[in-house]
């Protein structure tokens, strides 16, 4: 059954409000929209529209999910999307309650993230920077290479979203600043750190490719591609990404993007930094969000314990 006129116009009337106000992302926005319509659309079935569906409605509706097969995590999204939709409704004074308010989300286990070793890491930057000097390459295959190469420093520097890594303007490394600002979800604005390494892979890729693909190296962003958005995709690093884990003796399920992004985390962390600073620096917007990472200070609290208090060795 579809969603009824005047479902989807509060639906719409929802999104442009996450759009304007919240700064929402279009893959966020697009997030809501497809959780609504299900849920709007199994409203629908019932004889039901936002505006008078109760919590018994939200529960019968999250109960479908679980027949679907819907995983825990999905179910508790599709809520979270149902609440502050129903938290809009409210407040534009369209409903007097909230009747998502109330739910209790799907249990769900919170796994720990996928991470490497520091020297998983650092053997996989070795294995991306062998054969970068290797005149024998087809051009072509050198100048990925470079750029993969050039990727991974960047990431494991920054530990930014692969969205943000893709799409950083070529502008940002002009100069020799141990920082670099970066336009994170929701527009927040931040400041990532940059080592010498990664800017020193970066010169080397913009180098050869000035030099390979002039009119490439033209274009505006730092990795510029012939695709619609003008610069490198997500799904292309992922891939080349695994190829150089493979290399490096990493299984591919073990390596990913936002792998590289936890192992940035937790180094960090397992190192003594503080949570609020890992936080910051990977623009989480809550402290709960870079809680998943408080198995690395329990850790090394317990480390810190047998090597430091008097009775640690007993």
Known sequence: MAVKPASSRLIESFLEMIAAERGGAKNTID?????????????????????????????????????????????????????QFHRFLLAEGLRAENPAAIIEGPRRGRGLPKTL???????????????????????????????????????????????????????????SEPLIPIRGKGGRDRLAPISSAA?????????????????????????????????????AFARDLKTCGAAAGIAAARISPHVLRHAFASHLLQNGADLRVVQELLGHADIATTQIYTHVLDERMKAMVRDLHPLGDA
């Open 199 to 235: 800017r020193a892979a970066i010169a080397a890729y913009r180098t050869r490719l000035e030099k390979d693909q002039p009119g490439a190296a033209a274009s505006p962003w730092l990795f510029p591609s012939d695709g619609e958005s003008g610069h490198l995709t997500r799904q």
């Open 31 to 83: 997030a809501y929209a497809r959780d609504l319509a299900d849920y709007a659309t199994r409203l629908s079935s019932a004889g039901k529209t936002p505006l008078d569906a109760s919590s018994e409605d939200i529960r019968a509706y999250l109960k479908t999910l679980e027949k679907r097969g819907l995983k825990a995590a999905s179910g508790a999204r599709k809520l979270s999307s149902i609440r």
């Open 117 to 175: 070793s520091i020297a998983e890491v650092d053997h996989l930057l070795a294995v991306s920077r062998e054969g970068l000097d290797d005149t024998a390459r087809a051009p072509g295959e050198c100048l990925r290479a470079l750029r993969t190469a050039g990727l991974i420093e960047l990431l494991y520097a920054t530990g930014l979203r692969v969205s943000e890594l893709v799409a950083l303007p070529k502008a940002i490394v002009r100069g």
